[in-house]
């Protein structure tokens, strides 16, 4: 069964940090590359990171070097460490799996 859940978002302060997690079943995560996406009302999904099977990385110019996404294999979970956070950031924050399968998403707000 096909299935992708996110979770780790929450309420930050400006400055903080977060780590999404986003869990998927073996079937589709274990060769599939894995993206990050964010939105925010009356916007498109904004892509932000992703990273292959083989562990290569890539990061949108808004993110890099303030967030790092990783994966684990064996837990069939990739994460996404977001640091150095901005009022910006706030949205709701997607995982894509093999760009097809999407999660419900977790809800980032960073706000003082």
């Known amino acids: 069964q096909e299935q992708v859940l996110e979770s780790g978002g929450g309420l930050v302060q400006p400055g903080g940090s977060l780590r999404l997690s986003c869990a998927a079943s073996?079937?589709?995560?274990?060769?599939?590359?894995v993206g990050w996406y964010r939105q925010t009302p009356g916007k498109e999904r904004e892509w932000l990171a992703h990273i292959t099977s083989g562990g290569h990385t890539n990061y949108a110019d808004s993110v890099k070097g303030r967030f790092t996404i990783s994966r684990d294999n064996a837990k069939n979970t990739v994460y996404l460490q977001m640091n150095s956070l901005k009022p910006e950031d706030t949205a709701v924050y997607y995982c894509n799996v093999g760009l097809k399968y999407w999660g419900q998403g977790t809800r980032v707000t960073v706000s003082s």
């Open positions: 073996a079937l589709i995560f274990t060769r599939n590359a």
